[in-house]
């Protein structure tokens, strides 16, 4: 048998795509916007919820920025961001000039610990200065509590920025991720469980908040024939191009998510039998979980390594979970509040491979190195 290299996430195309490029390059709409970007949103509008509006960017790290920019955010303002995440969640936090104020994990979903976020809300307002949002984080696809950290941020009324980058097809309670803040993102970078090659959205509430993101997308271009910018401007539309890319992946996006539940229960059978071991699961059934990634909390750091060194020599990719910021050497020196509990999944956890085209073949070689290595 060949030994190709298994990667940890890679999508798959569904073959549509070239005929909404073809149609782009044909009618020569080449440029930011047109019509792929416009069928885009609407799809992605039904596909989560037909109240909300969604503006197609060209990432989801300016989509961030783009709701930071939304929500008035100024240098100097205080953004609670969640620590265990991609540092894309954070770096527009730095782009405003704004100070990022981090918060650990809970165990149960990996991600904001609502107690650590209200504690550090009332410590932020008693040194003077109410945070201007919290960035919440569906981590690998797993919904965070919802319910508690909305409460929380309605009851000090600040705005979330729901980060669903990786959780496009999460739901929690039966409502989609990217559905519950404030304003939402999305990714479709090239790992993600669907892909526009490089892309992401807003999703906003309202029409009004829509159409302002796209002008910040598109320069900031006043209403004037020749070309006036009262605003600081951004180039962050979605391609055309991209736009149709994104249109036939979001036919393959159920099926991604079968074959990524399907990745899940494969690592649920191994992993029953490993007593030493815990597999990242949903806690209950209010959330459901797309499994962009699978992960597993070993004993102890050393084993973390020597497993991720065993599917090295096998040829396949494995990889530590997200390092939190407050341990970045370019975020260390923001307020952190918590514990060790995202230090601890950093040093144990190690993302598995979960890509929608796993073969059995694959799924072969993975589970023979886990059940060699507790053996
Ligand atoms: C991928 C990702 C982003 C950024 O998306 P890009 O499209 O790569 O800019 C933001 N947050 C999280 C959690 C991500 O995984």
Same mark, same amino acid.
């Given at each position: ?60 790290? =300016? $989509?961030?920025? &783009?709701?930071?920019?939304?929500? *008035?955010? %100024?240098? #100097? ?86 980060? =669903? $980058?990786?959780? &496009?097809?999460?739901?929690?309670? *039966?409502? %989609?991720? #990217? ?98 071991? %815990? ?97």
């Amino acid at each position: 048998m060949d030994n190709k290299r298994i990667y940890l996430s890679l999508s798959e195309l569904s073959g549509f795509e070239q005929e909404y490029i073809q149609k782009a390059l044909q009618t020569n709409w080449i440029t930011s916007g047109g019509p792929n970007v416009d069928e885009f949103e609407s799809v992605l509008e039904n596909y989560l919820d037909e109240k909300l509006f969604v503006s197609a960017l060209n990432s989801g790290t =300016s $989509a961030i920025h &783009l709701a930071l920019v939304l929500l *008035g955010v %100024k240098e #100097g303002d205080e953004i609670i961001c969640q620590s265990m995440t991609f540092s894309a969640s954070a770096n527009p936090i730095l782009y405003q000039g704004a100070i990022p104020i981090f918060v650990d994990s809970e165990l149960d979903t990996w991600n904001i610990c609502p107690e650590n976020l209200e504690i550090a809300i009332k410590d932020r307002i008693k040194k003077g200065k109410k945070p201007k949002a919290i960035i919440a984080v569906h981590l690998y696809g797993m919904p965070y509590q919802v319910d508690e950290i909305h409460s929380i941020a309605d009851k000090y009324e600040i705005p979330v920025i729901e980060d =669903s $980058a990786e959780a &496009l097809g999460s739901s929690y309670k *039966g409502k %989609k991720c #990217g559905s519950f803040g404030t304003l939402g993102i999305l990714s479709f970078n090239g790992n993600k469980i669907i892909t526009t090659s490089s892309g992401g959205a807003l999703i906003s509430n309202s029409k009004e908040t829509k159409d302002r993101a796209i002008f910040y997308a598109t320069q900031s271009k006043d209403a004037a024939v020749h070309y006036q910018h009262s605003e600081i401007g951004y180039n962050y539309r979605m391609s055309n191009i991209c736009a149709g890319i994104g249109l036939g992946q979001i036919k393959i996006l159920e099926e991604n998510i079968s074959l990524r539940q399907a990745n899940h229960l494969f690592y649920k059978e191994i992993f029953k039998q490993v007593e030493n071991a %815990k597999l990242f699961d949903n806690l209950n059934n209010n959330i459901f979980s797309n499994y962009w990634l699978n992960a597993v909390l070993l004993k102890t750091e050393e084993e973390k390594e020597s497993l991720r060194i065993a599917f090295e020599k096998a040829n396949i990719e494995s990889r530590p979970l997200w390092k939190p910021m407050h341990l970045q050497p370019i975020f260390k020196k923001y307020p952190y509040y918590g514990s060790r509990i995202s230090e601890e999944l950093f040093e144990k956890g190690l993302c598995l491979p979960s890509g929608s085209n796993l073969s059995n073949i694959d799924k072969n070689r993975i589970k023979e190195v886990i059940i060699n290595f507790f053996k």
